[in-house]
């Protein structure tokens, strides 16, 4: 299940761009997943100051 960033939240830190263990995370003004990247890991949602990133419902 990919995460999402909410974009109102990210100020744009960076933490989740250097935690992230496959690159699959970039930094425009805000971070931004490539769900094709994604290994699932969830070590971005650890480290977002802000909480946010979460797992994406697929409901």
Do not use: R
Request: glycine content about 6%; charged content about 25%.
């Amino acid at each position: 299940m990919p995460v999402i960033i909410d974009e109102q939240c990210c100020i744009g830190c960076g933490d989740c761009v250097n935690e992230c263990p496959v690159g699959a995370i970039s930094m425009n003004e805000i971070a931004e997943v490539d769900s094709m990247l994604c290994i699932d890991c969830g070590e971005c949602i650890d480290v977002c100051p802000l909480e946010c990133i979460e797992w994406e419902n697929e409901d």
